[in-house]
DNA sequence: GTGTTCACG
DNA sequence: ACGTACGTGAACACG
C-alpha cells in the first residue's frame, strides 16, 4: 500500500470502475445529502466528490488514454451461471441513481470517455483494457473502490481504491499486494474463490474466512492447488467443507475472475485524453450549480491570459470611468442598449439613500457616486428614450428611485430579478450577484460580501472597490441577457415575461408611488381607546390568574392556565403548551379569564401591528403609505406587500374593520372604490378541471357553496340548504382548491376523518373531472419536476417523488393547489395591466391604489364613479377568456370602510 | 435568528 | 406509521 503512485516515464492509461466510485462519491457525502442539490432538487453530492477525485487523479496521474467504465446493468454473464449473484443487494438509492446520467455529463466535460457493455461488468471492461495497455507498454492505473480489482496489479498496472475521502487513495503494486493480504495479485481471485464474497453473494467454502484461506493459498498457491493435494491435509472440520463445497469453490473462483477478453467495441486508440472540453463543462457547472468550481475555471483562465497569477484577488479590476459634470457627453455614445444601475442601499427604495449610478454596453463602464447627473439634460436623454434598451436588475426598484429624482425610465427591456424569479421561483434572493452567479456568471460579488452585513454594513469608502462592485453588477446584467431571454423562450416564458410581468411591474411602481392617504387622527383616535381597553383587560386578567405576568408571553400564559390554573392541555408546541385561539375557545366555557385573554389577544394584535405599526409606516411628507409589493417572492406568482402589508388588513371582526376607515382618498371630494372577483379560484378550477357540473354551476351564476352542498348531501331541488350544510360545503370545496387530505378537513370542520373522507370521496363523486385533475396533475409533476399556470408560469416541485411521506404529500397538494391559484393570480394581473391603460384611454382622474390577490381597490372623485361601477368590472371579467365567466362585484364609499357591498 | 400567533386572500 | 390543509407579513418573546 502507499499514499504516493509512484510513475515511471511510460505513457499513462487510465481506466476508472464508474459505478463503484460513483458509490464511494455518494457516501463520502452522504451526510451532506441536502446540501448538494441544485435548482432543480437534483442531488449532486456524488457528482461533486466525483469530480475531485478525478482533479487529484488526474493530477496525480497526467493520463495519455483514460476511460470510465460503468455497469451495464443488472444481468450479465455471471448472473446467467449463477442467478444469485449480487442477489440480495439492497438497491441503489434513488438520490444516487438520478446522478448517474449527469455523471456521465461531467466525463464529456472532462472530455474523458464513459463506456458500458450489455452483460458486463465495469470490471471486465477494465480488465480487458488494462491487458491491451500493457501489451502496447502503457502504465495502467486502475480507479475502484473494489477491492477485489487488485488482482489485475502487475508490473505494469496499478491499482488505486478510493478511501473513505473519496481524495484519499492507496496504491497497489504487486508487491503491495503481497505486502497487504499475504498474496499475489491472482491469488486474490482464488482467496475470493474459497471464502466467498457476502456483499456480491456468493459462498466459497462453509467456514473458511480470509485468515484459512491465506494459509492454504501460502501452501498450495490457487484453489486447483488446494484440491489437488487434499490428501496433504490432515482430517478436520474444514477438510470436510472443502470436500463438500468444492464445486461451489470452483465456480466462485470463476465468478471472481475478472475477463480480460471482454468483446469491446473501444480500443486504446479511441480513449486519448486531451483535456476538458471548457464549454460544456462551464455549462455543467452552471447546471449543478458548482459556483465554485465555474470560478476556480474562470479564474484559471484569467491568471492564464495575465500570464502570471495574483492570488489574493479573486476578481480583476473591471476598467472603467468615473462620469463627471465634464464628460457627460460619453452618455452620447450609448444608442442601442445599456445595463444601468442606481444603486440604492436601503432595502425600501421609496426611501432609501443613492449611493452611485452605473451604465455600461459591455464595451464603455460609466460610473459615478454625483446622482445629481441623472438630472442633467444628458443623462435624461439617455433614461428617458425608449428607443434605448435598458437592461436593469429590478426595473421596479429603478423606476421609482429616478421617478424620485424627477427622471422617467423608459424602454426597460431586460430584469434579471424578474426574469431569474420567472424561471425558477426559488430563485428570489434578491441580491444581484448571487442570482448571477447562481446562473453560472461569477465575475460579480454580493452586496454583502462588499457592503458587510448587520451593524458593519456600509457603502466602501475607496472609489475603486465601489465603482468596481458597480462595474461587475452592471456588466452581469448585460452578460446574462442573452442566455436567460434563450431560456425564457425555451420554458414558452417569453410572453408571460413581455406581456405580463415586465408591463404589470410598471403599473406596480405606479400605484406604490401613488400610495395611499391614512387617516392619523383617527388611528391615534382608536390607539386612545385601545389602549384603555387593554388596560382594562390586563388588570381583570391579572385578577383572574392571582399574578401580573407578560400575557404576550405564550411561555408565561402557559404556565398560568396549565399549570396554576390547571386546565386541561388541548395541544401542544415544540416548545411547550399551545395557547392558540382554538385551544382558548375550547377552555373559554370552563374559566372566565380565557374568554378574557382572547379579547385581548385581539385587541394587542389590533393595536401592535395595525394601529401603532401603520402609524410607524405614514410618510409625514403626504400622509400616505407607500407600500412595496414583492413581484417575485410568492411560489405561485402572487404578489406579497411588505413596509406595509395592505393585503392584510382586518376585514373579518367589526372592531378589526374600524381600521379600514383610516385609509381614506387623498383628495377632498374623492371616494374609495373597490372591485373585487367572485370566487376567482374555484371558477379557475372549473375552467382547468373541465369539470361539467362544477362549470355548469357557475353558468347558471349558483351560489357555488350551496349548489355544492346540494351535491354532497344529495338534497334535492325542493330541499333547503341549510347554514351547516353550506358551510360544510364550502369548506370542503376551498380543501379542494388547497390540495385536499381528509386529515385537513377534518381539523377545519371539526369533524372525524372518517367524515371528511366521506364529504371528499362524494364530492369526487359528484365532479368527476376534479378528481381526474388532481390525480393527473400530480403525475404530470412527477413526470416533469414541476406544475404550471394558464400562463405558463412554473413551480418545481423537487419533492414530489420524495422518500418522506410528509415531504411527498406537501409536494402533492401544492402540484394541485399551483396552478389554481396561479393562474387566478395571472387574471388579477393582466386585468390591472388593462386597467391601467382603460383608465389613461378613458382619461380619468381615478387611481388603481392597491391589489389585494382578487380585490383592486382605486380612489376617484366622486363624479367618476359611475363610470368605474361599469368600467372596471368589465376590464376585470374580460381579463381572459375562461370555459365559465368571471364574475366582479364592487363598491365605493368615503373610505376603504365603507367602499363594501 | 427561531418559534408562535394571528391578520388577510 | 406517518401528521398536513394553499399562499403571505408583522409583532412579540426568548435564547
Redesign the pocket.
Known sequence: MSEQLELSPKKKLLLIDGNSVAFRAFFALHSQLDRFTNHDGLHTNAIYAFKTMLDHVIKAVHPDKALVAFDAGKTTFRTAKYSDYKGGRSKTPEELSEQMPYLRELLTGYGIKSYDLKDWEADDIIGTLAREGEAEDYQVIIVTGDRDLTQLTTDKTTVAITQKGVSEIEYYTPAHVQEKFGLTPTQIIDMKGLTGDTSDNYPGVTKVGEKTAIKLLTQFETVEGVYEHLDDIKQSKMKDHLIEDHDQAVMSKDLATIRTNAPLAVHLADIDYTGPDLDKLISFYKQMDFNNFLKQLQNAGLSLDLGDETPEQTLKDISCTELTAHNLDLLANFTDEVSFILEMPDENYHLSTFAGVVVTDGKQTLVSREIDLLQTAEFKALLENDQIKKNVFNAKAQYVGLNRLGVKLAGIDFDLLLVSYLLDTNDNSNDLGSLAQQHGYVEVETDEAVYGK?AKRGLPDDDTVFFNHLARKALAIQNLHDDLFKELATNEQTDLYRNIELPLTLVLADMEIAGVRVDTDQLIAMREKFKEQLATLQQTIYQEAGEEF?I?????LGVILFEKMKLPVIKK???GY????DV?EQLASQVPIVENI?AY??LA??Q??YI??LL?VVHSRDQKVHTRY?QT????G?L??????L???????QQ?REIRKAFVPSHEGWQIFSS?YSQVELRVLAHITGDANLQEAFREDEDIHAATARRIFGLTSNDEVTPLMRRQAK??N??IV????????S???GISRQEAKQFIETYFREYPDVKKYTEDVVTQAQKDGYVETITHRRRYLPDINAKS??QR??AA??AM??PI?GSAADIIKIAMINMQKALKDAGLKATMLLQ????LVFEAPLEEIPKLEQLVPSVMDSAVKLAIPLKVESAHGDSWYDAKG
Open positions: 448587520g407578560n404576550n408571553s405564550t411561555k408565561q408546541t415544540k416548545t399551545s395557547t392558540s385561539v382558548l382572547l389577544r385581539g394584535k389590533l401592535s401591528t401603532e405599526g410607524k414583492l417572492l410568492t411560489q405561485t402572487r406579497s406587500s411588505v413596509d406595509p402589508n393585503q392584510n388588513i382586518p376585514i373579518q371582526t378589526g373585487d369548506a370542503t376551498f380543501g388547497y390540495g385536499i387530505s381528509d386529515y385537513g378537513l381539523q377545519n370542520l411521506f410528509n404529500s406537501f397538494r401544492t393547489n399551483t391559484q389585494i390577490h382578487d380585490e
